[in-house]
């Protein structure tokens, strides 16, 4: 099925590793995007790319990576894990014009940092 | 950004209509106002969106007042199923960026 795939879909890591999520999605999207869901904060935006080759910082960047180098994938890599960082990681794109469509979500990564 | 502001829960029984009201004082003129759906261990699923006035789809309508200050989201004959968390977003159209709110904890009770 046409989606967005997100992988891992559990990690534990310890304090000072690297790691990368990955996120792939199959639908042409040119525009694609990294939340991150805390209890009682909702979803923050941490990077987000409108087309490969661009990427921008959103709300929350700090400690994290990304690069777009296809239209179809868009990693996020933490540098040196940190237990702040322990969440749940939504990958999310959308087809140019994203103000008459809605945006497709992964089904998430859930992320310990120990 | 200011975000939106909606209730924390709400409680419904199956069969009937549910309202949820969002406010979003300072929205700006580029700005949409998007309605997502979430259920446990699952990513926000797209709900509607509209811009003023009234948009109807297959699965709820959203009412939108012509000064845009606040919008409803209405489902009709909700269903246990409709158990979720659902969030009003401003859709920042110049940026297209959402502005995520802390979301509406919805249990639909038999």
């Keep these: 099925n046409a989606g967005v795939t997100q992988t891992p879909k559990f990690q534990v890591l310890k304090t000072g590793q690297s790691m990368t999520l990955q996120c792939a999605q199959d639908m042409n999207h040119e525009y694609m995007s990294w939340y991150r869901q805390d209890p009682g904060m909702g979803l923050r935006l941490i990077h987000y790319s409108v087309g490969a080759g661009i990427t921008d910082q959103g709300e929350v960047p700090n400690g994290y990576n990304v690069s777009r180098s296809t239209t179809e994938d868009f990693p996020l890599r933490l540098l040196s894990a940190a237990p702040s960082q322990t969440s749940v990681y939504f990958c999310a794109s959308s087809p140019q014009g994203g103000a008459n469509y809605g945006y497709t979500f992964g089904s998430g990564t859930r992320l310990t940092v120990v | ?110």
């Design chain 2, 1 to 110: 950004l200011a975000k939106t502001t909606q209730p924390i829960s709400m409680d419904s029984y199956e069969g009937q209509e549910v309202n949820i009201t969002c406010s979003h004082n300072n929205i700006a003129t580029n700005d949409y106002i998007t309605w997502y759906q979430q259920f446990p261990s699952q990513g926000p699923r797209f709900i509607i969106q509209g811009y003023k006035t009234k948009v109807t789809n297959e699965v709820a309508s959203l009412f939108i007042p012509a000064d845009r200050k606040s919008s409803t989201l209405s489902l009709p004959r909700v269903s246990l199923s409709d158990t979720a968390v659902y969030y009003c977003l401003r859709y920042a159209g110049n940026n297209r960026k959402l502005i995520w709110g802390l979301g509406t904890s919805l249990a639909v009770n038999p």
